[in-house]
């Protein structure tokens, strides 16, 4: 069974920091690009970073660029967002993605989202 769990949201000051991990597990991780999602309220959902599968190459959205950092763990399955100087206007809910091939099936993959509140 395919899982994608997330942890370390929650309520920050603005510039302040947080961590975003995301446990994986019930596929093969190693061969997955991994990504950070986020949903703000009456938002679409936007792609905020991600990381190729041997991890040696990461994009940003413009708007965290310099300040979030996207990381992977292949033997851990782990990926982490670390996330400085927020702001209020990333306060959203983020969600972890998986999208890579199994199989030659193109699959994707989601957490259930965890909620990011950047508020003084």
């Known amino acids: 069974q395919v899982q994608l769990v997330e942890s370390g949201g929650g309520l920050v000051q603005p510039g302040g920091s947080l961590r975003l991990s995301c446990a994986a597990s019930?596929?093969?991780?190693?061969?997955?690009?991994m990504n950070w999602y986020r949903q703000a309220p009456g938002k679409e959902r936007e792609l905020v970073a991600n990381?190729?599968?041997?991890?040696?190459?990461?994009k940003y959205a413009d708007s965290v660029k310099g300040r979030f950092t996207i990381s992977r763990d292949n033997y851990k399955k782990m990926v982490y967002l670390q996330m400085n100087s927020l702001k209020p206007e990333d306060t959203a809910v983020y969600y972890c993605?998986?999208?890579?091939?199994?199989?030659?099936?193109?699959?994707?993959?989601w957490g259930q989202g965890i909620q990011v509140t950047v508020s003084s």
């Open positions: 990381i190729i599968s041997a991890g040696s190459s990461t």
């Open positions: 019930g596929f093969t991780f190693s061969n997955y690009t």
């Open positions: 993605n998986a999208q890579g091939q199994t199989y030659g099936v193109l699959r994707a993959y």
